[in-house]
């Protein structure tokens, strides 16, 4: 093929995508026609269903948090008074005992024996002295007629006086050889539960010896700190008269495990190392929830704001310049109002601090479609969009069939 019919094939090939590029564009279907329809829904958006709840007022606890420590109001280390073999243990390991209750024995033997002792020498004792009292009686009689000397009735009179000293210590020792007998039986000081058992029975146990730890669990201490900046708050809750009431709950904080807990004591210093100062409470623990040396999430309750503004915790978005609500106009559209939360309310609400008032409503769901000035449908809590009308419906269809058409 000569080099003109080359040039000649090359043009009309090139004339030819141009018709049909031009009868593409002319098409109703054709990129222009799509993009000018787009341009017109676009300024047709429907509304958007979202779910609205209004400002409420209604009276709201104020709560501190702290973590803390369960701790037994009394914990009690049993040891014996007296050294000696052990007979045997009167207590079942991890069960209750009462206060009085014997918990063991030692070998009372040597110790009645030290008892009989101190009984027999007083009966000695007590003998003679009614034998020096008895001299002495009669040596006052005889002592006018001149047939005994005073000398020799001082000495009478002394006599008497040192064996009544010496009954007198008999006695003593009668009493202190009764309270180291006494002594042999280990009893309960308290009622509490019993830990696991520190001697076994036929040990020689001393002073030195736990032979079981005690703990008091009704009631039952809960420990915690709060920071300084808290101080002057509890104080005055504290003062304005009333117990201030303490909860327990889980480490998750999803339920409370022991309620009816009243704030017993503030310290009276801080911590300068923490900054914290320490607070005891104290639970009637009827049930055993709380357990020595548990963790636990404690809620205290230092006031009431009365008719504070609540609103669902849902409703609150974080933006890049702080806490916002969407809240809606009067005429369905919404716009993003800045709010401080003050605090939460339970586990699903926020009380406000600023930034809205009452009765004004704001979007608690369908906040990922909005933008301010959108318009919006604005539905109650469980409420649902109403069904498209026949209409409606036509008129989606006609929209879905020439989208069709363009996609071809």
């Known amino acids: 093929m000569s080099r003109f019919w080359k040039i000649a094939l090359a043009v009309v090939v090139v004339l030819v995508l141009l018709l049909i590029g031009l009868r593409l564009m002319q098409k109703p279907g054709g990129p222009g026609a799509g993009q000018g329809k787009a341009q017109g829904k676009e300024g047709e958006q429907p509304p958007v269903p979202v779910t609205v709840v209004p400002v409420a007022r209604q009276n709201v606890p104020v709560y501190l948090t702290a973590l803390g420590t369960v701790q037994a109001l009394n914990t009690v280390a049993i040891s014996p008074q007296v050294s000696g073999r052990l007979l045997s243990l009167e207590f079942t390991e991890g069960q209750p005992v009462k206060k009085g209750q014997v918990l063991a024995q030692i070998d009372p033997r040597s110790f009645q024996a030290t008892y009989d002792q101190a009984v027999a020498r007083r009966r000695q004792d007590q003998a003679q002295l009614a034998t020096a ?8 009689e005889l002592g006018p007629k001149g047939y005994i000397a005073k000398q020799d009735l001082d000495a009478l009179r002394n006599t008497v006086s040192q064996l009544e000293a010496t009954v007198a210590s008999d006695e003593a020792q009668i009493r202190d050889a009764q309270v180291s007998l006494g002594y042999t039986k280990v009893i309960s000081p308290i009622d509490g539960l019993a830990g696991i058992r520190g001697v076994d029975p036929g040990n020689v146990v001393t002073t030195s010896s736990t032979i079981v730890t005690l703990t008091q669990l009704h009631p039952i201490n809960v420990m915690f700190n709060l920071p300084e900046q808290n101080l002057d708050m509890v104080r005055q809750a504290a003062q304005g008269g009333g117990e201030l009431s303490v909860a327990a709950l889980d480490r998750g904080d999803a339920h409370v495990v022991a309620d009816g807990g009243v704030l017993k004591v503030i310290d009276n210093q801080i911590d300068a190392s923490t900054g914290t100062f320490r607070l005891k409470s104290e639970f009637p623990n009827a049930d055993n929830a709380l357990w020595p040396g548990q963790f636990v999430n404690v809620r205290l309750k ?69 933008k301010p000035g959108s318009k919006v449908n604005p539905l109650k809590p469980g409420e649902v969009p109403a069904a498209p009308s026949a209409a409606e419906l036509e008129k989606a269809k006609k929209q879905g069939g020439g989208g069709g058409r363009r996609g071809h």
Do not use: C, H, W
């Open 133 to 140: 009292r008895a001299n002495y009686s009669r040596s006052q």
């Open 302 to 370: 230092v006031r009431t704001v009365d008719g504070g503004l609540v609103i669902p915790a849902q409703a609150v978005q974080r933006g890049p310049d702080g806490d916002y609500v969407y809240l809606l106009q009067a005429d369905n559209t919404v716009k993003m109002q800045p709010v401080k939360v003050a605090q939460e309310v339970g586990d699903s609400a926020v009380m406000i601090g600023s930034g809205l008032k009452e009765g004004e409503r704001v979007v608690t769901e369908g906040q990922f479609r909005l």
